[in-house]
């Protein structure tokens, strides 16, 4: 099959097309996937650079974000169907651990994410387990393409974990972003007063073009008084932080007493200096997310399945042979929304 494969790390450059790429033998309770769409999250970047102190090996096809169309199931499939549309879970626990068995597969001890520890979507085939396959409907394939680890990292985090509620004063970062924007639209969904911090007018404007109608704030030095006017000088019951280094203090800042801090991204970089006093003295609440549960997974598929205008917005997509450039707009930083392999079209 076709494939770009990481077989060494480095530059951009490391993102090798192959025509010929082994398929791996079907299990009795596996499905093969044909790719239709990959969505790129910074896994993929963090994957070919390498240096990040987590467990890769090489060679290895980057993708978590997989949708696709099944061509072929194992003899032990009983639900899954071929032909049907589905969109695939990007995490693997070992399934039998404590953790696994309690639905917590993301603390287990053997935890994978697909295109990360496992071979993923840049790829015209992925094989995996049956239960990591939801069926979705068929004809926004591009769009479900943008969900998988964005959306269900932004519901542990303001869900699961952040108890997220229609009362609630919500901030965003990075809100025109892959994280940031499926955590705005699942907040607006959710019926939450939401505030979307983005770096540039331009991006504002853009939430704006696509429906928002919560409060945007233009990231500066004025960040927090502006927080403090939107909110009567009360603050935020929630903020959703994925940046790390740059707004860590800011966000404990903005929160009101017993206010929650859903922690799951270091963008910016991992290490901050704290006053410990804003966290005991507001009693604020903090969660850590790395990425989600199944049970996230599925309970955010049925919610956009209701919720469909709170999908994705795809920025830009390029054909699989391409994936040097997709990743390097990616890395510039400068879209909105996500970017996504087209991998039927190669």
């Known amino acids: 099959m076709k494939a770009i494969v990481v077989e060494h790390h480095g530059s951009i450059e490391e993102l ?36 990040t102190g987590d467990k890769l090996t090489l060679p290895r096809i980057p993708g978590s974000d997989v949708v696709g169309i099944v061509q072929e199931v194992g003899q032990g499939v009983r639900k899954i169907q071929v032909g049907e549309a589905v969109l695939l879970y990007p995490g693997q626990g070992c399934g039998l ?9 993301t603390m287990c001890p053997e935890f994978q994410i697909r295109g990360y520890h496992l071979d993923g979507g840049y790829a015209e085939y992925v094989t995996v387990e049956e239960q990591c396959a939801l069926p979705i409907p ?11 680890v964005s959306y269900v990292t932004a519901w542990n985090a303001l869900v699961t974990k952040g108890q997220l509620k229609p009362i609630d004063a919500v901030v965003i970062w990075g809100a025109s972003g892959g994280l940031g924007y499926a955590a705005l639209s699942i907040a607006q969904a959710f019926g939450a007063k939401v505030i979307g911090i983005v770096g540039s007018k331009n991006k504002a404007t853009f939430l704006q073009e696509q429906g928002f109608t919560g409060d945007i704030i233009i990231r500066s030095e004025d960040l927090l008084e502006e927080i403090k006017q939107l909110t009567h000088k009360r603050g935020v019951d929630l903020v959703l932080d994925h940046v790390g280094k740059q707004t860590w203090n800011i966000s404990l800042k903005m929160l009101t007493k017993g206010g929650r801090l859903a922690f799951c991204g270091i963008t910016s970089g991992p290490k901050v200096e704290t006053d410990l006093r804003y966290i005991f003295g507001k009693q604020l609440s903090i969660f850590g997310s790395w990425m989600g549960d199944h049970q996230d997974f599925m309970e955010v598929v049925q919610f956009l399945k209701q919720h469909p205008q709170a999908l994705p917005y795809i920025y830009k997509e390029f054909p699989l042979h391409d994936a040097q450039e997709a990743q390097a707009t990616l890395e510039q930083g400068d879209h909105v929304g996500k970017v996504v392999l087209n991998v039927s079209a190669s």
């Open 138 to 148: 068929a004809d926004q394939l591009k769009l479900w393409a943008g969900v998988p």
């Open 16 to 51: 090798r097309f192959r025509e010929h790429t082994p398929l791996p033998e079907l299990a009795p309770h596996q499905i093969r996937v044909q790719t239709a769409y990959c969505g790129l999250n910074h896994l993929d970047i963090w994957l070919r650079k390498g240096g």
């Open 97 to 105: 651990c404590p953790a696994c068995i309690a639905g917590r597969e």
